[in-house]
């Protein structure tokens, strides 16, 4: 089942929201919320629903040997042994195929390829469970008794298969006590409605574009390589920040309070500040797990740095492309350090932003193509090198008849609603009009949305893949 859905918004979420409301106590609420939540996950993963649930009932007992075994070495053999299943489950239905296929063409073997059909939000569910069972070993958290309520944290429907990934210390007190204000429902579902439309009326509209310009990257011209780029960047970008909104927003009818998994990422001013606006959530995982890691027995500042951007590529996707990926951001980011803050910031702001854009296309190119030798048709062309000249007439039209697509979409990037509910703020009358029309617009989108999602046969969330 997906968000941007016809059957979710008028079928789904009401149903739940009125089962929510009449179930009285929280632990009531909570138990329609697990029924709810695996009812959405088993619609599209019948099968796989069960492992979600051994999956959680693994970390949850590992939660509570560990308090059993605290101050003991059976503390620290509990957690490793939890972390390793956790990375082998996702190793398995991850990686497997993509494993052995390398293995048999480095050597030349004959091993069966396994056919394993990823689970969707293996990625984020595994990386939630990681991260309760590192922060228990670290006491960083109380250990969670109830499986119900952990059961709550992992299955929670709004962020269960893309994300954000949620830390069990951000909800740990909302999960057995939680109040919901009309304010928090009227945020949480204008919140809900600005994501769908950055999915239905943005998202799924330059995925058209993109399609046709990367698609065919073996004759694409130099404009027509850049511009297929830019707008996957931007297509990227709503997808997921759409569905990281009506997470967030969905999460704040029920009562929880998710933290932001994206703030204007295209606004920054160098690439290392555009990871700590873009899959926030993701970046701040590695930061803290991963990045002080000892390498050959020893905390490596560059070493965890570019173990940080390896893992960061193999968890989007068992390719190349997405190491390559990871690395290739890994490597700007080493450059960054090695200026420094404060000669970074002595380099003219025009320029900065020049270089990381371009930086960050490219980047999104790396991410579109799977396919190697299709990367490297779209190095040519983004360089000049692939015979195919400056620009077509294809691609001045595909330009002309998107226009005003593209020209929302990028004004749709700068912090436009924050700045206006900051001016509106100020003064009473202008705090009442944009209530008003807040009210509006969110209807008007809601309205447009439904009608585009009419015809719509699948448009599943470019994050369910991974």
């Known amino acids: 089942m997906v968000f941007s859905s016809l059957f979710f918004l008028y079928l789904f979420l009401p149903l739940c929201i009125f089962a929510y409301a009449a179930a009285g106590s929280i632990k009531n609420k909570n138990t329609v ?128 298969v893309a994300g954000p990934i949620v830390r069990y210390s951000t909800i740990e007190s909302e999960i057995a006590d939680r109040k919901i204000k009309s304010t928090d429902i009227s945020y949480g579902l204008n919140r809900m409605i600005i994501g769908l439309s950055k999915k239905v009326l943005l998202a799924n509209q330059l995925s058209i574009i993109a399609d046709n310009m990367l698609g065919n990257i073996d004759n694409a011209t130099f404009i027509g390589a850049w511009y297929g780029a830019i707008v996957y ?150 360089f000049g090198f692939g015979g195919n000249g400056f620009i077509a007439m294809t691609d001045k039209i595909s330009f002309v008849n998107n226009i005003f697509l593209i020209a929302v979409a990028v004004i749709c990037c700068f912090p436009i609603i924050e700045s206006l509910k900051k001016i509106s703020e100020k003064n009473f009358a202008l705090k009442t009009i944009a209530s008003t029309a807040s009210i509006l617009v969110c209807a008007s989108l809601l309205i447009l949305s439904s009608i585009m999602l009419v015809d719509a046969t699948t448009n599943p969330f470019l994050y369910f893949r991974f």
């Open 33 to 160: 919320l697990i029924v709810f939540s695996l009812l959405f996950y088993a619609w599209g993963e019948p099968v796989y629903v069960i492992l979600m649930l051994f999956s959680a009932l693994i970390n949850f007992v590992a939660g509570l040997l560990m308090e059993k075994y605290r101050g003991r070495k059976g503390d620290f053999a509990v957690a490793f042994i939890a972390v390793f299943y956790n990375l082998l489950m996702l190793g398995i239905f991850k990686y497997s195929g993509f494993v052995v296929e390398n293995i048999n063409a480095f050597f030349n073997a004959q091993i069966p390829v396994p056919d394993i059909r990823l689970p969707i939000g293996i990625s984020f569910y595994t990386f939630q469970n990681i991260s309760y069972v590192i922060d228990c070993h670290w006491e960083k958290i109380k250990t969670q008794k109830s499986f119900k309520n952990y059961l709550l944290y992992i299955a929670l429907f709004p962020q269960l």
């Open 233 to 382: 960047a931007l297509q990227i970008y709503f997808d997921f920040s759409g569905y990281s909104d009506i997470a967030i927003g969905l999460g704040r009818v029920f009562g929880f309070h998710f933290d932001e998994n994206f703030k204007h990422p295209f606004i920054c001013k160098d690439i290392t500040e555009f990871w700590q606006r873009w899959h926030i959530s993701l970046s701040t995982f590695f930061r803290d797990y991963v990045l002080y890691i000892p390498i050959f027995g020893k905390r490596r500042k560059y070493g965890g740095l570019f173990l940080v951007w390896l893992c960061t590529g193999i968890w989007h996707g068992a390719s190349w492309n997405y190491i390559i990926w990871g690395i290739y951001y890994g490597l700007f980011i080493f450059l960054e350090m090695q200026i420094g803050k404060k000669r970074m910031k002595k380099i003219p702001i025009v320029i900065r932003h020049i270089y990381n854009k371009i930086i960050i296309v490219i980047g999104f190119g790396i991410f579109y193509f799977e396919n190697l030798g299709k990367l490297g048709s779209f190095f040519k062309a983004i």
